[in-house]
C-alpha cells in the first residue's frame, strides 16, 4: 500500500541555520495561523531551556496540509551535543530537507546530519537558506553541497537531489536565485514531487518503531513513532518488543492515541501504515523518572498488535 495523501519529511541542518524559523513559516503557509494572530518566534522551541538557550535540543513533530496531502514535518536539533536525537528521528521519514545558510555553507554538523540521511537511503531536498543576506554565495553553495555528498558517497539519485533557495525569515522560496520568491509554494510542490509516499502492508500484524518519548504530566511517558505495518486501534493490546533484543517481550495496551496536525495532537481511533502517531499507555519493564527520560538516550521499542484467539 503506498499512501499519496501522506508524506514523512525532517529538516536537518548545523546549528542556527534556520530551521525552526523554516517550519514556522510553512506552518504560517499552510494556514495553521491566522493573518492577524500573533504567533511567537520559533514556535517549536517550547521546552523551557531550549527558549532560553535560542536552540533546539529536543525533536519535535508538526504537520501541514498543502493540495490534499498531509505533510509530517519533524524539526530536528542541529547543535552536536543533540546528534544521537537526529540520527534516532531520521527512522521516521522518508526523506529530508537539508537547510544550509547561504553565506556559511556546509558545517561540520551538516556533514554529520547528511551522512546519516544517506546511510539510510533517504531522498535529499536541498535548500539553501538566508539568500537576503548581505555576504550570501548563493552560486557557490550549491557546489560546496554537491561536493560533500560526493565525498560521503551519496547515491546517484542523491547525487542530483534539487535546489531550492530560501529565505526563511521571509518565507520565501524560489528554484533559481536569480528569482524572486513570493512565498513557500516551490518548496512544498518539491516535497510532494521529490520525497516519495510512505508504503508498507496495511493487512498483517501491526508493527510501529519507537524512534522518540515525550512526557506528560496527566497521562505519563508518550511513545512516538511511525507506524511500519498494519494498524493500531485505541485501546488494542500490544506487545513490547525491544529492537535489539535484549529484553523479554511484555504485553500492554494504547490507552490514547495521537496525532499530529499543526501544533497540536488529535486523538484518532485509529492509524494505519506510515502515519506517525503518539502514543500513551506503554510503559517500560522498569521506571524511569521524568527528568531521566528527558535525558537519557532511548532505546527503540517494537510495538506489535496483539491479534484475539479465534474462537
Known amino acids: 500500500m503506498?499512501?499519496?495523501?501522506?508524506?514523512?519529511?525532517?529538516?536537518?541542518?548545523?546549528?542556527?541555520?534556520?530551521?525552526?524559523?523554516?517550519?514556522?513559516?510553512?506552518?504560517?503557509?499552510s494556514g495553521w495561523f491566522r493573518d492577524n494572530q500573533a504567533v511567537e518566534d520559533r514556535v517549536m522551541d517550547s521546552n523551557a531551556l531550549e527558549r532560553e538557550r535560542g536552540i533546539t535540543i529536543l525533536a519535535k513533530n508538526t504537520?501541514?496540509?498543502?493540495?490534499?496531502?498531509?505533510?509530517?514535518?519533524?524539526?530536528?536539533p542541529g547543535?552536536?551535543?543533540?546528534?544521537?536525537?537526529?540520527?534516532?528521528?531520521?527512522?521516521?521519514?522518508?526523506?529530508?530537507?537539508?537547510?544550509?545558510?547561504?553565506?556559511?555553507?556546509?558545517?561540520?554538523?551538516?556533514?554529520f546530519v547528511l551522512q546519516k540521511a544517506i546511510e539510510l537511503g533517504h531522498r535529499i531536498i536541498v535548500v539553501v537558506n538566508k539568500i537576503d543576506r548581505p555576504d550570501a554565495r548563493v552560486y557557490e553553495?550549491?557546489?560546496?553541497?554537491?561536493?560533500?555528498?560526493?565525498?560521503?558517497?551519496?547515491?546517484?539519485?542523491?547525487?542530483?537531489?534539487?535546489?531550492?533557495?530560501?529565505?526563511?525569515?521571509?518565507g520565501t522560496a524560489c528554484l533559481s536565485p536569480d528569482e524572486q520568491g513570493t512565498d513557500l509554494a516551490p518548496l512544498f510542490d518539491t516535497i510532494l514531487s521529490h520525497?516519495?509516499?510512505p508504503e508498507g502492508e496495511l493487512e498483517g500484524e501491526g508493527q510501529l518503531l519507537v524512534s522518540a518519548v515525550d512526557y506528560n504530566d496527566y497521562v505519563g511517558k508518550i511513545a512516538i513513532g511511525r507506524i511500519e505495518r498494519g494498524s493500531f486501534k485505541l485501546k488494542q493490546d500490544v506487545?513490547?518488543?525491544?529492537?535489539?533484543?535484549?529484553?523479554?517481550?511484555?504485553?500492554?495496551?494504547?490507552?490514547?492515541?495521537?496525532?499530529?496536525?499543526?501544533?497540536?495532537r488529535t486523538t484518532v481511533e485509529e492509524a494505519k501504515v506510515g502515519d506517525i502517531v503518539c502514543i500513551s499507555g506503554i510503559e517500560d519493564s522498569t521506571s524511569v523518572t521524568p527528568s531521566a527520560l528527558l535525558k537519557a538516550q532511548?532505546?527503540?521499542?517494537?510495538?506489535?498488535?496483539?491479534?484475539?484467539p479465534s474462537k
Do not use: W
Not at 518488543?241 to 504485553?251: A, L, M
Not at 532511548?298 to 484475539?308: E, G
Open 2 to 29: 503506498v499512501r499519496e495523501d501522506l508524506r514523512n519529511v525532517a529538516i536537518i541542518a548545523h546549528v542556527d541555520h534556520g530551521k525552526t524559523t523554516l517550519v514556522d513559516e510553512m506552518l504560517k503557509f
Open 63 to 76: 504537520s501541514a496540509h498543502y493540495k490534499g496531502v498531509k505533510i509530517n514535518i519533524v524539526d530536528t
Open 79 to 111: 547543535h552536536a551535543d543533540f546528534g544521537g536525537e537526529v540520527e534516532r528521528i531520521l527512522k521516521m521519514v522518508n526523506g529530508v530537507i537539508l537547510l544550509v545558510d547561504a553565506a556559511e555553507g556546509p558545517m561540520p554538523q551538516t556533514r
Open 141 to 170: 553553495i550549491g557546489d560546496e553541497v554537491l561536493e560533500l555528498l560526493l565525498d560521503l558517497d551519496a547515491n546517484d539519485d542523491q547525487l542530483e537531489s534539487p535546489v531550492l533557495f530560501c529565505s526563511a525569515r521571509k
Open 195 to 197: 520525497i516519495p509516499a
Open 239 to 264: 506487545l513490547v518488543c525491544d529492537y535489539h533484543g535484549d529484553v523479554t517481550p511484555y504485553k500492554s495496551k494504547i490507552t490514547a492515541m495521537y496525532q499530529i496536525e499543526g501544533l497540536a
Open 298 to 308: 532511548i532505546r527503540f521499542h517494537l510495538l506489535k498488535s496483539v491479534t484475539p
